[in-house]
């Protein structure tokens, strides 16, 4: 039955699905910083910068968002996660100040770029790793498991480290990091008018889909012993999944004959049905196997002015940040 | 979460005033045509691009700490303060949309959208300090809960968004961002001025100061507000800002070993024989730690002090149609309170939180029980020590450069 809660959840998902599309693809653009190489390197740099620069802070809140999101629609969640996965989620945010900070100051701050360039570089590699990572260990269900053991006589080690320091998790966090880069790769091919930059991000990009390949591959194997909820849902849910492979395909094939735009269109596709296939798949699961979206929900009123607040929001929001893209679609004016 | 509150805040206030300063001094060009301006827009708005980054990720920081150190807090409060969390979001992302647009969009966009652009910043940023202080209120002074057995019965957000602390908590903060940070600019450019009287660091001075000298001139009788609000709903806080220990009529205030006689008493209910409840008053163990809020709360009030007075002597100065940047006194005064503002905001805050404890809700639920099961908290508040201390040295770094640049 759909209500309120999942609607709100469909809210988060909504916002978490932005989050990857734009601020994934932001960390994806810090990958390539890293592995930037070639006599066009320092081009293939300031590309990345150029097109990251204005967005990635407006692209950086729908993080916000969905933290806001579930904490307040859904406390028991929020309070399960920050639990259980303290580490993890710190270690993230760690990732994420030093990416942030590294990547202005690069622009205006002392030392040159080189060192700031790198840090940036390394945390765009480390956040993603993290946050797939996240994904993973929360889809396994072990999150829930070991929030259930906290008050019993399990070690340090049962309740904080090993749902998430695990194979599957794992897996998921550089399916996570290549999925990003094969974003970033096809944005930027649209990015640049430079035939050169273009081609080598259509490399990159491509390698890059051959990563996700593998990454992909190594998940579903360890997922059907890890994380039985995705393998059950993953079948269960064929359509996604095989409209996932057709995005993918189209994705992949267009960047190969170089047709930017669809390819560019095809890779966010893809993205977000996988992004989906996992939600559904745990539907109506927030936190498998033990809490659903129902039982975290916190109570209507407040779910009632969430959803009110959320519209509010948005008509204030998404006629914003339509008008942003198009100042920085738009050419400099003279 | 105390230390990345005290790292946050600073950013937070300049994240409030400074795209004011910037907008003004690009009015001041379109308005004079005087490139100076220009050029001061220009360079403050590449300061207000580096310290918004870092405000932002010290804001996302904060926003998963909630969850990481304050699991049960959240899971009992989320409800009732993530309203307020929610709108502030989008005042995030308005601000964040418009900052992009704004110092990326000078050759883009037209003079009229660009001006636009930086004042929904400046609006937007006071709009996330005002639903953030909203959730700071309720805390002290929670509004809109009934409780049984430390869990919420009914909630009612709008009711807890509108607690007794809100307004004074809200004005007080807004006027401490502007007089914090429109005074320290000021005090940055004083500084050169006392070696180097150049056009730039005047004007510089002045546009910081029109914002600042009416803040700070403000701040004063904002604070005797939250102070009457305080002594009225949260009266332990109040006896341990004065540290006073018993309960008595006409109770002295106590200013740098100074004592008033009955000004509390005067202060506090606006009547010199007025009682004053003392800490006897209440049972020990809902005491907070009484020498740090006393002595925040005197350092706040000896700067707030000091700020007005400046401010006032800036002011006067001013009307007689003297110029502050020809009187090398005042500079000296107004280099000397560049950091003041920050100071006392930073005090102020040690007055608010550690004078709530041992609360966490006031009179709901202790602090003790809010904290994450998780042990081994020293090694994540080491790493971020680190890190703060870090990116304040380089962002003391680039400003100093910033500043510099033009002599
Ligand atoms: C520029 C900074 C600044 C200055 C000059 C002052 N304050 Fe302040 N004060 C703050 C910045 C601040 C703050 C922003 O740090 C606080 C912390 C919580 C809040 O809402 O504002 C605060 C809190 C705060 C509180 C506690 C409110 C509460 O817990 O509910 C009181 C009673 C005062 N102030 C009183 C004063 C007085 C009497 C001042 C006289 C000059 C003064 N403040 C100057
Ligand atoms: C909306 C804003 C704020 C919220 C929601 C908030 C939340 C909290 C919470 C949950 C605690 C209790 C746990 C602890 O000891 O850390 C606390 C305490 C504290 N907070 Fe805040 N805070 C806010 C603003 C600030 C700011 C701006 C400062 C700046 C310095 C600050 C400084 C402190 C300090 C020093 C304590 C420790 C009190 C003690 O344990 O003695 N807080 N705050
Ligand atoms: C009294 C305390 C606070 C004030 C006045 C305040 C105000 C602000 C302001 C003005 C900004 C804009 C960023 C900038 O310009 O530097 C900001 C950023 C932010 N704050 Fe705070 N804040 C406070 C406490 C908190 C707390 C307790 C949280 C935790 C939820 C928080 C979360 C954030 C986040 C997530 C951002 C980044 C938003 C972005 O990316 O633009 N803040 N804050």
New interface residues.
């Given amino acids: 039955m759909i209500g309120l809660p999942e609607i709100i959840a469909g809210v988060i998902a909504v916002a978490l699905n932005a989050y990857v599309l734009t601020g994934g693809a932001d960390f994806g653009g810090g990958v390539w910083d890293l592995f930037a190489t070639g006599r066009r390197r320092g081009r293939q740099r300031e590309l990345i910068a150029d097109s990251i620069?204005?967005?990635w802070?407006?692209n950086?809140?729908w993080?916000?968002?969905v933290?806001?999101?579930l904490?307040?629609?859904f406390?028991?969640a929020?309070?399960?996660?920050?639990?259980v996965l303290?580490i993890p989620?710190?270690i993230m945010?760690?990732g994420?100040?030093?990416r942030?900070?590294a990547?202005?100051?690069r622009?205006?701050?002392?030392?040159g770029r080189t060192h700031w360039g790198r840090a940036f570089a390394i945390a765009s590699v480390i956040t993603p790793l993290l946050f797939g990572t996240i994904i993973g260990s929360i889809a396994t269900g072990a999150v829930a498991d070991a929030a259930d053991k906290?008050d019993g006589a399990a070690t340090?080690s049962e309740v904080?480290v090993r749902p998430w320091a695990a194979a599957f998790p794992a897996a998921v966090g550089f399916f996570a990091v290549a999925l990003f880069a094969f974003l970033a790769a096809t944005y930027l091919t649209v990015d640049t008018q430079d035939e050169e930059l273009r081609e080598d991000f259509r490399i990159r990009g491509l390698a890059a889909a051959g990563a996700v390949f593998v990454a992909a591959a190594v998940a579903l194997v360890l997922a059907h012993s890890a994380a039985p909820r995705v393998a059950i849902g993953v079948v269960g849910a064929l359509l996604i999944q095989a409209a996932t492979a057709v995005a993918a395909i189209a994705a992949i094939t267009a960047l190969w004959l170089r047709h930017y735009r669809v390819a560019r269109l095809a890779a966010a596709a893809q993205v977000s049905l996988i992004l989906w296939g996992w939600m559904i798949a745990q539907y109506p699961y927030l936190i498998p196997p033990t809490l659903t979206i129902r039982d975290a929900a916190?109570?209507a009123?407040?779910l009632r002015?969430?959803a009110v607040?959320?519209v509010?929001?948005a008509v204030?929001?998404l006629p914003?940040?339509h008008?942003?893209l198009r100042?920085?679609k738009?050419k400099?004016?003279? | 979460m105390a230390l990345s509150l005290g790292f946050h805040i600073i950013f937070a206030e300049i994240g409030i005033a400074m795209p004011l300063l910037m907008v003004l001094a690009e009015w001041r060009w379109r308005r004079t045509g005087d490139a100076i301006y220009l050029q001061l827009a220009r360079r403050w708005a590449?300061g207000t691009?580096?310290l918004?980054?870092?405000g932002?990720?010290?804001?996302?920081?904060l926003?998963?700490?909630?969850?990481?150190?304050w699991?049960?807090f959240?899971?009992?409060?989320?409800?009732?303060i993530?309203?307020p969390?929610?709108?502030?979001?989008?005042a995030?992302?308005?601000e964040?949309?418009?900052?992009?647009?704004y110092?990326?969009?000078w050759?883009?966009?037209s003079s009229r959208a660009h001006m636009s652009a930086g004042l929904i910043v400046a609006v937007s940023g006071a709009a996330s300090a005002l639903f953030v202080v909203i959730v700071n209120a309720w805390m002290n002074t929670p509004a809109g809960v009934t409780v049984d057995a430390g869990r919420f019965v009914t909630?009612?957000?709008?009711a807890a968004m509108r607690n007794p602390s809100t307004f004074q908590q809200v004005v007080h903060m807004l006027l401490a961002a502007y007089a914090s940070t429109g005074l320290a600019v000021a005090g940055l450019h004083a500084a050169v001025l006392l070696r180097n009287n150049t056009l730039f660091h005047r004007r510089a001075m002045m546009v910081a100061l029109t914002i600042g000298i009416p803040a700070a001139l403000l701040q004063p009788i904002s604070g005797d507000t939250s102070a009457r609000a305080v002594a009225r709903w949260q009266p332990v806080k109040l006896a341990a800002m004065e540290s006073l220990l018993d309960t008595q009529r006409g109770a002295p205030l106590h200013l740098v070993g100074i004592e008033i006689p009955r000004a509390l008493s005067l202060l506090a209910f606006r009547d010199p024989d007025a009682e004053v409840r003392g800490l006897s008053a209440f049972p020990r163990d809902v005491w907070p730690p009484i020498a740090p809020v006393h002595l925040a709360f005197q350092l706040m009030v000896i700067l707030g002090t000091l700020m007005a007075l400046v401010c006032a002597w800036a002011a006067v100065t001013t009307l007689r149609r003297r110029e502050i940047a020809d009187h090398r006194s005042l500079l000296a005064a107004l280099a000397l309170l560049t950091p003041a503002g920050f100071i006392a905001t930073e005090a102020g805050w040690v007055v608010t939180e550690v004078g709530r404890q041992p609360w966490i809700i006031g009179g709901i639920m202790r602090t003790g029980d809010a904290v994450?099961?998780?042990?081994?908290l020293a090694v994540?508040m080491i790493?971020?020590t680190l890190?703060y201390l870090g990116?304040a040295a380089?962002v003391a770094?680039?400003i100093a450069?910033?500043v510099r640049e033009t002599t």
């Fill in positions: 620069a204005p967005i802070e407006a950086h809140v993080l916000i968002v933290v806001v999101v904490f307040t629609g406390p028991s929020f309070s399960m996660l920050g639990t303290h989620l710190t945010l760690i994420i100040v030093l942030g900070s990547f202005v100051f622009s205006y701050g002392p030392y906290i340090f904080f916190a109570p009123v407040t002015l969430l607040g959320l509010v929001g204030i929001l914003s940040l008008y942003m100042t920085f738009t400099r004016r003279a | 590449k691009a580096i918004f980054a870092v932002a990720v010290s804001g996302t920081v926003s998963f700490e909630l969850g990481l150190l699991p049960s959240m899971r009992l409060a989320g409800p009732v993530g309203i969390f929610a709108l502030e979001g989008f995030f992302f308005t964040a949309i418009f900052l992009g647009v110092l990326y969009g050759e883009r966009v909630i009612d957000p709008l994450t099961p998780m042990p081994g994540p790493v971020f890190i990116l380089v770094i680039s450069s910033l």
